[in-house]
């Protein structure tokens, strides 16, 4: 008997007020596997993401977590199935520290990550505990805003552009988190424009054009389709 996916998408129609903005997206993810979507922008790749977190206008078509349909959930119910979101604008609070930052969600599932657990993962937000949210660099910031979602429980992450903008040292401290989590048994979905960051994390991609997936292949095929990549993505 198949196993079911942690995360499974069929048909999904996506709507901001009339604008239309996914065409039957169609794909799943397994357990503690790490998925990127690819694709230029617009292409609907953070709708998806936003999409499974009921975030967006309207939606129709189906999205199962751990076999659970949660298209008719409120956000907050799907994010107790373990769900969680980090958007591209990070959503740091600037009167917050950034322990308090951290402290703020509430916990929403078993095997949240500890505040000693979280620090021993990103030491500079340790160093940074008593920091005010905006005084922290782009890439703690980033860091933060990750870490926010661990201490929740959340076991399906779903990260957005988490790569863009920061410095190559950083984007390289992000890539050894993805690392770690994926070996820690958690299940992750990122939408990358960087390619060359998400290129060696993921066990597969899927590449997304006018709202849907155009095609999906493996890590293992990757170096065979660099070419097609390169004129999708126009990279």
């Not at 993401?49 to 949660?70: D, N, P």
């Not at 959503?91 to 951290?102: A, K, R």
């Not at 926010?148 to 903008?165: V, Y």
Request: one cysteine or more.
């Amino acid at each position: 008997m198949s196993k079911t996916p942690f995360l499974e998408i069929r048909g999904l129609q996506g709507w901001y007020g009339e604008s239309h903005v996914l065409h039957g997206v169609d794909f799943h993810v397994d357990e503690g596997e790490v998925v990127t979507l690819l694709g230029r922008n617009g292409a609907g790749r953070t709708s998806t993401l936003r999409a499974i977190m009921g975030l967006i206008g309207s939606r129709k078509g189906s999205i199962k977590v751990k076999g659970i349909e949660t298209m008719g959930m409120a956000t907050h119910r799907i994010a107790r199935l373990g769900v969680g979101y980090c958007p591209e604008e990070r959503g740091i609070f600037s009167s917050l520290s950034t322990e308090e930052n951290l402290m703020l969600p509430p916990t929403l599932a078993e095997g949240g990550m500890s505040v000693p657990q979280i620090y021993e993962m990103f030491p500079n937000l340790k160093e940074r505990a008593g920091s005010q949210g905006t005084r922290l660099s782009g890439g703690e910031q980033q860091m933060l805003a990750v870490a926010r979602i661990l201490r929740t429980g959340a076991k399906l992450l779903l990260l957005d552009e988490i790569s863009e903008g920061l410095a190559p040292v950083i984007v390289q401290k992000l890539a050894e988190m993805v690392t770690s989590l994926r070996r820690q048994g958690y299940t992750i979905v990122m939408v990358e424009q960087n390619f060359r960051f998400a290129a060696p994390l993921a066990d597969r991609f899927m590449v997304m054009e006018h709202g849907q997936v155009i095609q999906s292949f493996t890590q293992a095929e990757l170096p065979s389709r660099l070419e097609r990549l390169h004129e999708y993505l126009g990279v």
